[in-house]
């Protein structure tokens, strides 16, 4: 019988205190996540059912050893004289993947004995390996007088190896990553593969690169980045090379370009040459990222963006309650199904190590989504349960926020994910009363320990063993031991966590307040929002204008006399920079709206003072690129510009402008047809609508 230290460190826990520890607590005193303890005890109650004992959970008595006292007794002198080893089955089994990584086939007798395990105990991690790179299109092969051989692509295996570690290693990564920027890694290797000094480059130059643009990636896909960097820099240095048809970087001009950067410092660094198919390889991973920051997403997906709202109608309907203006929850599926309907076309696959929870934990939300998710993309894409479970986050958050009134600031810290974040917070917020404000933030925003001070509670989906503070670990899905968890933290330090609450109101026996101060700032938020709605609205429908260009026949020209027409009127500062600006944006990608004889020129710039919605009608059609990379004819050119930095309510009448051009087939031929009036009255239409929908009604 194997058992690993922290299982019996575990099970001596449990027969010590029978009934006093939770997995929340056992957690907090082995120091490591909820996840870790849930994944230990799978093997804890395999050695307990050899004992004829089983393990009872209780929410009120915690976890208990249940069975004769002999019983007991005999696994009490069993487990004493085991020695555990520290290597699970799941890290044998990466060992093994990392030795068939190779080229050459290997005998199982050598193989056994690399590891460490009897040729039975291989021959099952063969087996298991083999069912879970299936997805990946890699195959186990055992011939007999050859041995064991790992057959697929480059890229496949790449994935595959990359796959295992995201699903198995996730956290361990993490540490990793943590000990290499605090000099603290003592590893030689991590995690049997990797080169310390390589991943702490990649590290560096990954984030100092993205520090430099718009972009910030989710802490699972920048993770991920660092991961499959590290593969193709190993698996090239070791001349295993990718195929050349591994693809072109058409469509990823603006990934090829980072990852381009990043490889050629990696190349003056180190001794290694990444090849162009290297670089492909690594600019669609980007590709299929997702964006932490949702207000930098391109509001000129239109397709997509009309998908997303289909998508909530139909989710609201089966539902039963209405979504439909929930900008939130629309900027959030935005951002992420950009970059995930990328990854299923791409066929690169995606595991979400919540998904089971999720499909148990919200079994009717799911069927709903996945219902929608496939009736919207029936005839073109098959979607995968990780990927609607992710999915069925960002609806999960959207429905939880709806029912919270609290009053104590807290900070979680969970690298998981958007959604995921979103979701505990949610979750926190309306299972435990008292809580006002919750921040998120990745592990890589919180290096500073001094502003951490400024947090009444702080939440982590990880261990923080790496900082000195205090702080309660969780779930993602926050479990109902979590909930208890935090709900005794409160209890047991209300006291300090309320000492400095002084607009709290206080209640006599009567259940009358006592004061009726207003919590600062409300009122005036309330209005400041209101404010930047009416001048947004105002500025548009003052300022916009249909221009007919009949002696241009080139875009640009077109674009030159609209930005400077603009710049006459004071709406912005230097024609130039925006004009800079809009080539550089139509450079990323087709602006053409397929199917209208429309293009949609817009960009984000400093110089830029309010929102500026135009209109040129061309004599003579002009041929631009569309939005789904194919040539197409423009007849009227809808120039769309706002300031570089802009207030959510901005960023909601962007999108509903956006949007609302290609609605339905009245609202493109009204976008279509050069007519000011018409237009302008349809915009005053959108913009009622609006207002009556989100700020007249009740």
Not at 136 to 149: A, E, L, M
Not at 202 to 229: M, P
Not at 434 to 439: K, L, S, T, V, Y
Not at 576 to 586: F, G, S, Y
């Amino acid at each position: 019988m194997y058992i690993t230290t922290r299982e019996k460190a575990i099970i001596e826990l449990l027969v010590k205190t029978s009934g006093k520890h939770t997995v929340a607590s056992l957690a907090n005193h082995l120091n490591v996540s909820v996840r870790t303890v849930h994944r230990d005890l799978t093997g804890v109650e395999k050695i307990l059912q050899s004992f004829d004992l089983h393990l009872l959970r209780n929410m009120e008595t915690g976890l208990k050893v249940e069975g004769k006292n002999e019983s007991i007794f005999r696994l009490i002198q069993n487990i004493m004289t085991m020695d555990p080893i520290d290597q699970t089955s799941e890290e044998k089994k990466l060992q093994l993947l990392i030795a068939l990584m190779q080229e050459e086939a290997f005998k199982i007798q050598s193989l056994a004995s690399e590891l460490g395990v009897s040729n039975a105990t291989l021959t099952t991690y063969l087996e298991d390996l083999s069912k879970w790179l299936d997805p990946f299109h890699v195959t186990i092969t055992r011939k007999r007088g050859v041995g064991v051989d790992l057959v697929g692509t480059e890229s496949a295996k790449r994935k595959a190896l990359a796959g295992y570690f995201f699903t198995h290693f996730n956290e361990e990564l993490i540490e990793s990553l943590f000990l290499l920027e605090n000099e603290k890694n003592t590893q030689e290797v991590i995690l049997y593969y990797f080169q310390p000094e390589y991943i702490s480059v990649i590290d560096q130059l990954v984030n100092s690169i993205f520090n430099q643009t718009q972009q910030r990636l989710a802490d699972n896909d920048y993770i991920g980045l660092i991961v499959h960097t590290g593969i193709t820099m190993q698996r090239t240095e070791a001349s295993y090379l990718l195929e050349e048809d591994a693809g072109t970087f058409n469509h990823l001009t603006n990934e090829y370009n980072l990852i381009k950067e990043i490889c050629i410092q990696l190349e003056a660094a180190f001794s290694v040459s990444f090849t162009e198919q290297d670089i492909i390889y690594l600019a669609a991973i980007l590709k299929g990222s997702k964006l932490q920051s949702v207000d930098v997403v391109p509001y000129d997906s239109l397709v997509l963006s009309k998908m997303v709202k289909t998508l909530i109608q139909d989710v609201s309907s089966q539902l039963h309650i209405d979504l439909t203006n929930d900008f939130s929850l629309y900027q959030g599926l935005l951002a992420h199904m950009e970059p995930s309907l990328y990854r299923m076309k791409q066929q690169m696959g995606l595991y979400n190590p919540l998904k089971e929870e999720i499909k148990q934990k919200y079994p009717f939300l799911f069927l709903a989504v996945k219902n929608s998710v496939e009736n919207l993309f029936r005839d073109t894409i098959s979607i995968p349960d990780d990927e609607i479970a992710f999915i069925v986050l960002h609806f999960g958050s959207a429905l939880v926020l709806r029912e919270e009134k609290l009053s104590i600031h807290a900070l979680v810290v969970c690298p998981t994910g958007i959604g995921t974040s979103k979701m505990l917070a949610s979750r926190i917020k309306k299972e435990i009363i008292g809580i006002d404000q919750i921040e998120i933030k990745s592990i890589k925003e919180i290096k500073d320990q001094t502003n951490l001070n400024n947090y009444d509670l702080i939440i982590s989906t990880v261990k923080l063993s790496f900082l000195d503070i205090d702080y309660l670990l969780v779930s993602p899905l926050l479990t109902e031991e979590n909930i208890a968890a935090i709900k005794s933290h409160l209890r047991n330090n209300l006291r300090t966590l309320t000492e400095k609450k002084e607009y709290l109101p206080f209640t006599d026996l009567t259940g009358v307040s006592q004061t009726a101060i207003t919590p600062s700032g409300t009122i005036y938020d309330v209005l400041n929002q209101l404010k930047t709605v009416q001048e947004s609205i105002e500025f548009i429908l003052t300022n916009f204008r249909v221009y007919r260009m009949d002696q241009l026949n080139e875009h640009e020209k077109v674009l030159a006399e609209m930005v400077i027409a603009a710049q006459k009127e004071n709406l912005l500062n230097s024609a130039i920079d925006v004009l800079t600006t809009l080539r550089e944006r139509e450079r990323k990608g087709g602006l053409g709206i397929p199917g209208t004889g429309m293009g949609l020129f817009h960009c984000r710039d400093k110089n830029v003072q309010t929102l500026i919605f135009r209109i040129a009608h061309l004599n003579e059609p002009i041929m631009i690129k569309g939005m789904d990379g194919k040539d197409m004819f423009m007849r009227n050119l809808l120039l769309l510009l706002a300031p570089e930095e802009m207030h959510v309510k901005e960023q909601e009448i962007v999108s509903l402008i956006s949007t609302s051009l290609i609605e339905n087939n009245e609202s493109m031929m009204i976008f279509s047809s050069s007519n000011e009036q018409m237009i302008r009255a349809k915009l005053e239409e959108i913009f009622m609508n609006y207002l009556q929908t989100n700020l007249l009604k009740g």
